[in-house]
Structure formats: C-alpha cells, structure tokens
C-alpha cells in the first residue's frame, strides 16, 4: 500500500536548522509531485512547499521562502525539506504529502514528524 | 492568497443528525477544492476531491457541492466515527490554502 514515512524532526534551538526525510513507498514516486504540509500544535493546516515530479519546479509559502529548500531523490524514492534559520513559530508537526499534479489535490498524508523550536 | 473561510467553527451534533459545513473563498477557485478529514491524533485523509468526488470505500453519507467561491461538505446522518475535523483546501492557485477547519464532536 502507498506510505509516506517522515523523519529528522526533533527539537532545536531558534537559528539552527533541521533536515526532514520522507520515505516513499508502495507507488512510483518519480511519478508524483509531492508536498510539505505543516500543523502548529492545535492549529490548522498550512502547506509549506511543492516540488514536482521531476524535481524542476518548486514553491514555497512566503512564510518559508528564503528558508527552507524542498528537494528530492528520485533514485530513492525519499523527499527532503531542509530547513534553515528555524524560528519559534516553525514548530509544528510536519506532513509529507503526495500531490494529484500540480494543481490537485493531496493524497496520502504521512504520519508526520514533529520539529520543536526552543531555546 | 485565496483565503478560505469556513463555518462552523465546532459543531456539537447528534448522532444521525445531519450536519452542513461551509466554505467559502476570497475569489473564485472553480471547482478546485477538496475536503479532508482528520480524526484526533491522527493524520488528515481525504475525503472529496473536485467539490463533489468521493473516494472509493467511503461512506456515501458524505456528498459535497459548490462551485466557484461556495461550497459546502454534507453529512447525511453522523456517526460516531465521524468526530473529525474537516478542512477545506483549494489547488486553484498558490498558494494553496485550507479553511481554518470544522470540529465536530458528538453530544
């Protein structure tokens, strides 16, 4: 069955930064454009960044542009967000989630990864 | 950015009762929107792709409908399993963005 499997989330210091893996599995990943969604703890949903299949287009949401990188491998099947001059208010639960095309809709989500920014 | 606006907020409701939750966006997204639903401590799931597509084994209690910056997720008859929170999302344009997200518990 198709799973998303996050990791590298942990706690860390405001101006550090943080690399999140995502395992894919159970579907052609070179395939499928992919996502990081984001949830503060006891907030809503808010979407981080895309990357397309092959890797040639990305987008970001202006709260994390400049940031963090969203990045791929292919050959692995594993999607990266690596993450720079972290702040308070990055903490959140971070969800890998695979993309219906650019434009469509986002299915599955994985289990999600938890990044704390504390001092 | 599309802002997405969603109503309720939380909804105490009875089991069967149905249950309508809004959303509505800032301009015109078309038929890109998408509902998803997520239990407590876990992941979301999606629920409705396209306004109105649901998924293959889900309940046919759930029907959505709208169009352009109105749309609306249904509920025929709630139950139990239902306790979720919703979130509306829209891929018409980036950035994408959710509704702030329904809470539904059981009375």
């Known amino acids: 069955q198709v799973e998303l499997v996050e990791s590298g989330g942990g706690v860390v210091q405001p101006g550090r930064s943080l690399r999140l893996s995502c395992a894919a599995s159970?579907?052609?990943?070179?395939?499928?454009?992919m996502n990081w969604v984001r949830q503060a703890p006891g907030k809503g949903l808010e979407w981080v960044a895309f990357m397309s299949y092959d890797g040639r287009k990305e987008h970001y949401a202006d709260s994390v542009k400049g940031r963090f990188t969203i990045s791929r491998d292919n050959s692995n099947d594993t999607l990266y967000l690596q993450m720079n001059s972290l702040r308070v208010d990055d903490t959140a639960v971070y969800y890998c989630?695979?993309?219906?095309?650019?434009?469509?809709?986002?299915?599955?989500w994985g289990l999600g990864t938890l990044v704390t920014v504390s001092s | 950015e599309i802002v997405l606006t969603q109503s309720p907020d939380f909804q105490s409701v009875t089991p069967k009762e149905r249950v309508i939750i809004t959303c509505r966006a800032s301009q015109s997204i078309g038929g890109s929107l998408h509902w998803y639903q997520q239990k407590p401590g876990q992941s979301p799931k999606l629920l409705m792709k396209?306004?109105?597509q649901s998924l293959s084994g889900d309940p046919s209690r759930f029907s959505g409908s709208g169009s352009g910056t109105d749309f609306t997720l249904t509920i025929n008859g709630l139950e139990a399993e239902d306790v979720a929170t919703y979130y509306c999302h829209q891929s018409s344009s980036l950035p994408y963005t959710f509704g702030q997200g329904t809470k539904l518990e059981i009375k």
């Open positions: 396209y306004v109105s």
């Open positions: 989630v695979r993309g219906f095309t650019e434009f469509g809709w986002f299915d599955p």
């Open positions: 159970g579907f052609t990943f070179r395939s499928y454009a």
